[in-house]
């Protein structure tokens, strides 16, 4: 089985300053990681993901997020925060060797930044 | 850039009808699934359809529920007899391939009376 947890329901941080969203998982084998962002009434929007290579993952909008395997963590990153940047943010992961496409979620992070 | 679609925004049905939820993938997209996100928890996998039949289905996906794409173009979910606990936003999503992102469309809000 494979579970995501972000152990944050709420992260709150001043505008220009440095953001990271936590996410941990676990599966059997090898993660595929996903971030997705959730602006109010829309659907969930693709920041970066994780298949294979380098640990540190750059995406959308100057996010980066970097998988550690000793820590099954996939935490999102930003090195300044914007206040267009407050949002629901989901980290989802999918075992990349059980013949499965279905993505299990997190519960999900609120953002808030700070003006 | 290429949007996966969704329609109705919001559906309002009485409990025991029928509905059918509508998506339109990414055209050039082969894998196609349904979530949903009961207001204020976690977006859940319901079900996953690839090659013209389901490829995999989670507890949720009861016999009340099915999916089918009865053209080229379009993803249908349809809720046989809705219950109350149905009410949820519904998500289509697709991906042109195993390793690729999953692409959302917005939703369609449920709502059961």
């Known amino acids: 089985a494979q579970s995501v947890a972000q152990p944050e329901d709420q992260v709150n941080v001043a505008e220009g300053n440095p953001l990271t969203v936590k996410c941990t998982y676990s599966?059997?084998?090898?993660?595929?990681l996903f971030w997705y962002v959730q602006y109010p009434n829309r659907g969930l929007q693709f920041l970066l993901k994780?298949?294979?290579?380098?640990?540190l993952v750059k995406g959308s909008y100057g996010f980066e997020a970097e998988f550690n395997k000793s820590q099954t963590s996939f935490h999102l990153k930003k090195p300044s925060a914007l206040v267009s940047d407050s949002a629901l943010y989901f980290c989802?992961?999918?075992?990349?060797?059980?013949?499965?496409?279905?993505?299990?979620f997190g519960k999900g992070t609120k953002l808030s930044v700070i003006p | 850039e290429p949007e996966v679609t969704q329609t109705p925004s919001h559906q309002v049905t009485q409990m025991g009808q029928e509905v059918i939820l509508r998506c339109v993938p990414i055209?050039?997209?082969?894998?196609f699934y349904w979530y949903r996100q009961i207001l204020g928890q976690k977006v859940e996998f319901l079900v996953s359809?690839?090659?013209?039949?389901?490829?995999?289905k989670s507890e949720i996906f009861d016999d009340q529920f099915s999916v089918e794409r009865p053209d080229g173009s379009n993803f249908t979910l349809k809720i046989r007899s809705t219950k109350l606990e149905d009410s949820a936003m519904y998500f289509c999503?697709?991906?042109?391939?195993?390793?690729?992102?999953?692409?959302f469309g917005d939703g369609t809000r449920l709502s059961i009376l």
């Open positions: 599966v059997s084998g090898n993660p595929y």
């Open positions: 994780y298949i294979t290579g380098d640990n």
């Open positions: 055209s050039n997209h082969l894998y």
């Open positions: 999503a697709s991906t042109g391939g195993p390793g690729q992102p999953q692409h």
């Open positions: 359809f690839y090659n013209n039949e389901i490829s995999e």
């Open positions: 989802a992961v999918r075992d990349s060797g059980a013949g499965s496409y279905q993505l299990t």
